[in-house]
């Protein structure tokens, strides 16, 4: 195995003079780049600026306080989750500071387990100014802080954790009142009636209508005593369970909740919830985001980001229990299939609602979007389109942005696409395009040598019609004429899109808190992990600079599909099918 | 849309059409561009098209004039001034504005913008 010896890991090694004093310039530089409002002070300051220390480098914070602690116990740290290399230590006096300086500045400290970069450590005049936590927050979540005051803090709390039904959970305990909340079905059973709701709830109940941020009581009370270090995995309140909003009070101590984009899950939004403070999960926040809280003794202030330890917390949830089907506008992310609406659909006509609203509309508004993106072409395809001899006639069925229509290869090459964004955009190249559906070709019959369809199959979304868009590339070729057909995977290992959503929740290690009937049912899902659960999926397209998100159906290629679909076509002998990045090359022949 | 593309559609999808081809032209407007030309790629192209569909996108240019009422025979055989009407008619012009019509059911499908609507839910409208 090859080992490059200068590259040891130098444990306790120390740098000193020019090679140190590179590495702390290297340290100001970044700091001017990322907070520019932090001075450096030639003079020695409580505050330190400490470089190649945070998670980005492999330091976590426990191993911050591993280092710090001993030589400061009362020290604090500011820490950044992700794009700063560098941390901020505030020391209890200017005289700790200088000796915690003394102590690690150019220090590998010995026990980094997976840094090797030594600290380098200048004083700084202040620390980052604290940013708005309202950027982070999804839309429509309502925080109001001192909502709840000390004194009823304290009867709440004295209520919760002596009450008799209290229960213990995994790592929490918990006590209902009203409605039983059942753990099964992540609803209230209306049947299975709790204790009735205190006096001391009820009147701040009749507070939170009066104050007019609810308008219906809720009937159904959970009241969780959390201990430090522990949380709940990221969940959404079941849709059909609960009215909005879900209210949620916060006890004893301050907790950062984080907000998860149920279409993204590697956008999050940390949200800090403070002691006595109320939060309306409502609209968005409450249909489309989950919310959770991670398991560990401390938060990281959104605002300051800051290190907070966390102490036992209660919190208590007000919710009513929804009598009617949910008709939130959220229904890609409800739990159920809203009458069919949001079903992998069974017939023709269902079909094409989906594919209409579901494709056809998202292509004509990411157009341009995806027009910017779209630019390498697959190995494979690339290869089919060499084969083809020069001077023959090809069809590229849904050209998009006329990648494979662009190159001058002495084909005589026609697109077409359903959008009529993407016909414009290729026509602008100066591509041959029409605009048809791939389902009923304007082509003349048998009026070309090759055909292709790249990344259209998997949008179309019964069998029957996956079969028909087969036989329709083989109705405009000729006789002996190969077709190339591409489609989305099921299995995206080592493909560039499982890379791109690397950062994002495995499904298997968080377990949503989802109803049974999510999973019995033939619902369509909003693709949010790496690996595809189920075949029909709606897949979200993200366009950054616009924080829009479009979902776009997607019937995913299970291992042999392809073979099965190509035989089902008369008149079709199939060639290959190749695997590429999580695609499937089909290549085929008009007998 | 250039006139080659035409060569190629036809509205045979439609329901009860059997041939749908070729599909009339209506040529609102068009432009002309100038698209180098190539004696092989010209002969090349000209193998691949139907004569009686170049004859119809002749005349709705009202350019029928140009070319030979009859297919030649052998197209390596034409001088390059001969191909180059060919190669004017087929890759130069550019129709921005007109219609594609079956010749069975007389469906109307719009060209705007160079681009041809052949979708059958927007023709029905």
Same mark, same amino acid.
């Given at each position: 195995?090859?080992?490059? =010896?200068?590259?040891? +890991?130098?444990?306790? %090694?120390?740098?000193?003079?020019?090679?140190?004093?590179?590495?702390?310039?290297?340290?100001?530089?970044?700091?001017?780049?990322?907070?520019?409002?932090?001075?450096?002070?030639? =003079?020695?300051?409580?505050?330190?600026?400490?470089?190649?220390?945070?998670?980005?480098?492999?330091?976590?914070?426990?191993?911050?306080?591993?280092?710090?602690?001993?030589?400061?116990?009362?020290?604090?740290?500011?820490?950044?989750?992700?794009?700063?290399?560098?941390?901020?230590?505030?020391?209890?006096?200017i005289?700790?500071? &200088?000796?915690v300086?003394t102590?690690?500045?150019?220090?590998?400290?010995?026990s980094?387990?997976?840094?090797?970069q030594?600290?380098?450590?200048s004083?700084?005049?202040?620390?980052?100014?604290?940013? +708005?936590?309202?950027?982070?927050?999804?839309?429509?979540?309502?925080?109001?802080?001192?909502?709840?005051?000390?004194?009823?803090?304290?009867?709440?709390?004295?209520?919760v954790?002596?009450?008799p039904?209290?229960?213990?959970? @995994?790592?929490?305990?918990?006590?209902?009142?009203?409605?039983?909340?059942?753990?099964?079905t992540?609803?209230?059973?209306?049947? $299975?009636?709790?204790?009735?709701?205190?006096?001391?709830?009820?009147?701040?109940?009749?507070?939170?209508?009066?104050? $007019?941020?609810?308008t219906?009581?809720?009937?159904q009370?959970?009241?969780?005593?959390?201990?430090?270090?522990?949380?709940?995995?990221?969940?959404?309140?079941?849709?059909?369970?609960?009215?909005?909003?879900?209210?949620s009070?916060?006890?004893?101590?301050?907790?950062?909740?984080?907000? @998860?984009?149920?279409?993204?899950?590697?956008?999050?939004?940390?949200?800090?919830?403070?002691?006595?403070?109320?939060?309306?999960?409502?609209?968005?926040?409450?249909?489309?985001?989950?919310?959770?809280?991670?398991?560990?003794?401390?938060?990281?202030?959104?605002?300051?980001?800051?290190?907070?330890?966390?102490?036992?917390?209660?919190?208590?949830?007000?919710?009513?229990?929804?009598?009617?089907?949910?008709?939130?506008?959220w229904k890609?992310?409800?739990?159920?299939?809203?009458?069919?609406?949001m079903?992998?659909p069974?017939?023709?006509?269902?079909?094409?609602?989906?594919?209409?609203s579901?494709?056809?509309d998202?292509? %004509?508004?990411?157009?341009?979007?995806?027009?910017?993106?779209?630019?390498?072409?697959?190995?494979?395809?690339?290869?089919? &389109?060499?084969e083809?001899?020069?001077?023959?006639?090809?069809?590229?069925?849904?050209?998009?942005?006329?990648?494979?229509?662009?190159?001058?290869?002495?084909?005589?090459?026609?697109?077409?696409?359903?959008?009529?964004?993407?016909?414009d &955009?290729?026509?602008k190249?100066?591509?041959?395009?029409a605009?048809?559906?791939?389902?009923?070709?304007?082509f003349?019959?048998?009026?070309?040598?090759?055909?292709?369809?790249?990344?259209?199959?998997h949008?179309?979304?019964?069998?029957?019609?996956?079969?028909?868009?087969? =036989?329709?590339?083989?109705?405009?070729?000729?006789?002996?004429s190969?077709i190339?057909?591409?489609?989305?995977?099921?299995?995206?290992?080592?493909?560039?899109?499982? +890379?791109?959503?690397?950062?994002?929740?495995?499904?298997?290690?968080?377990?949503?808190?989802s109803?049974?009937?999510?999973?019995?049912?033939?619902?369509?899902?909003?693709?949010?992990?790496?690996?595809?659960?189920?075949?029909?999926?709606l897949?979200?397209?993200?366009?950054?600079? $616009?924080? =829009?998100?479009?979902?776009?159906?997607?019937?995913?290629?299970?291992e042999?599909?392809?073979?099965k679909?190509?035989?089902?076509?008369?008149?079709?002998?199939?060639?290959?099918?190749? +695997?590429?990045?999580?695609?499937?090359?089909?290549?085929?022949? $008009?007998? | 849309?250039?006139?080659?593309?035409?060569?190629?559609?036809?509205?045979?999808?439609?329901?009860?059409?059997?041939?749908?081809?070729?599909?009339n032209?209506?040529?609102?407007q068009?432009?002309?561009?100038?698209?180098?030309?190539?004696?092989?790629?010209?002969?090349?192209?000209?193998?691949?098209?139907?004569?009686?569909?170049?004859?119809?996108?002749?005349?709705?240019?009202?350019?029928?004039?140009?070319?030979?009422?009859?297919?030649?025979?052998?197209?390596?055989?034409?001088?390059?001034?001969?191909?180059?009407?060919?190669?004017?008619?087929l890759m130069?012009?550019?129709?921005?504005?007109?219609?594609?019509?079956?010749?069975?059911?007389?469906?109307?499908f719009?060209?705007?913008?160079?681009?041809?609507?052949?979708?059958?839910?927007?023709a029905?409208?």
């Amino acid at each position: 195995m090859y080992f490059n =010896e200068e590259k040891a +890991k130098r444990i306790g %090694e120390r740098f000193e003079g020019g090679k140190l004093a590179k590495k702390v310039h290297k340290s100001i530089e970044q700091l001017k780049r990322h907070d520019p409002d932090v001075q450096i002070s030639t =003079e020695p300051t409580k505050y330190l600026l400490v470089s190649n220390s945070s998670i980005l480098c492999g330091v976590s914070l426990e191993e911050l306080e591993e280092i710090f602690l001993p030589l400061d116990e009362l020290a604090e740290f500011i820490v950044y989750p992700n794009k700063r290399s560098y941390s901020f230590v505030q020391c209890s006096s200017i005289e700790k500071s &200088i000796q915690v300086r003394t102590e690690l500045h150019g220090l590998i400290p010995p026990s980094l387990k997976n840094s090797h970069q030594p600290f380098a450590i200048s004083y700084v005049e202040n620390l980052p100014e604290a940013t +708005k936590c309202e950027d982070f927050r999804p839309a429509n979540l309502k925080i109001i802080e001192e909502y709840v005051s000390s004194d009823l803090e304290k009867e709440l709390v004295d209520l919760v954790t002596n009450h008799p039904s209290v229960q213990s959970l @995994k790592h929490r305990a918990v006590v209902h009142f009203g409605h039983v909340f059942d753990y099964s079905t992540n609803s209230a059973s209306e049947w $299975k009636e709790a204790d009735p709701i205190p006096p001391v709830i009820n009147s701040l109940i009749d507070r939170l209508i009066s104050d $007019k941020y609810i308008t219906e009581r809720p009937d159904q009370v959970t009241a969780n005593v959390y201990e430090s270090g522990h949380g709940i995995p990221s969940h959404y309140d079941t849709h059909s369970a609960f009215d909005d909003p879900i209210v949620s009070i916060s006890l004893l101590s301050d907790v950062v909740m984080e907000f @998860k984009d149920g279409a993204n899950s590697a956008r999050i939004a940390p949200v800090l919830l403070k002691a006595r403070s109320l939060c309306l999960i409502q609209g968005e926040s409450r249909y489309r985001w989950k919310h959770g809280i991670v398991n560990r003794k401390y938060d990281v202030d959104p605002r300051t980001n800051r290190v907070v330890p966390r102490q036992t917390r209660v919190s208590l949830t007000l919710r009513k229990i929804r009598r009617k089907p949910c008709e939130c506008e959220w229904k890609e992310f409800c739990d159920w299939d809203r009458k069919g609406e949001m079903s992998v659909p069974s017939n023709e006509d269902l079909a094409l609602k989906l594919e209409n609203s579901y494709v056809s509309d998202v292509y %004509e508004n990411i157009a341009s979007h995806f027009d910017e993106t779209r630019h390498s072409s697959w190995k494979a395809v690339k290869q089919f &389109i060499n084969e083809i001899p020069r001077g023959s006639v090809m069809y590229d069925v849904g050209c998009g942005n006329g990648k494979y229509l662009i190159p001058k290869d002495g084909l005589l090459k026609i697109g077409c696409d359903m959008c009529m964004g993407l016909c414009d &955009i290729a026509r602008k190249k100066d591509c041959h395009v029409a605009r048809c559906d791939a389902l009923a070709l304007p082509f003349r019959y048998e009026s070309a040598d090759a055909a292709i369809s790249i990344a259209v199959l998997h949008h179309i979304a019964t069998f029957e019609r996956r079969k028909r868009l087969i =036989e329709e590339l083989l109705r405009v070729v000729k006789p002996g004429s190969k077709i190339c057909v591409t489609v989305w995977s099921m299995d995206q290992s080592q493909s560039e899109y499982a +890379k791109m959503r690397g950062n994002k929740d495995d499904v298997a290690a968080a377990p949503a808190v989802s109803s049974e009937e999510t999973q019995t049912t033939n619902r369509l899902k909003v693709h949010d992990g790496k690996d595809f659960e189920q075949q029909d999926v709606l897949v979200p397209w993200t366009i950054d600079q $616009k924080g =829009e998100t479009f979902l776009r159906y997607y019937h995913v290629f299970r291992e042999g599909e392809a073979e099965k679909l190509i035989e089902s076509v008369q008149g079709c002998k199939l060639i290959s099918v190749e +695997k590429e990045q999580g695609n499937y090359i089909i290549i085929a022949k $008009k007998i | 849309m250039k006139l080659f593309v035409h060569n190629f559609m036809s509205s045979r999808f439609l329901k009860n059409v059997t041939v749908g081809y070729p599909l009339n032209l209506v040529v609102k407007q068009f432009v002309e561009k100038d698209i180098e030309f190539d004696r092989d790629n010209t002969i090349v192209m000209l193998d691949r098209i139907q004569y009686e569909a170049l004859i119809v996108a002749a005349a709705a240019v009202n350019q029928s004039d140009r070319i030979p009422r009859e297919k030649p025979e052998k197209w390596d055989e034409l001088t390059d001034e001969q191909l180059r009407v060919f190669h004017h008619l087929l890759m130069n012009i550019d129709v921005i504005d007109g219609e594609l019509i079956c010749p069975e059911t007389k469906t109307v499908f719009p060209i705007r913008d160079g681009i041809p609507n052949m979708l059958k839910v927007d023709a029905e409208k």
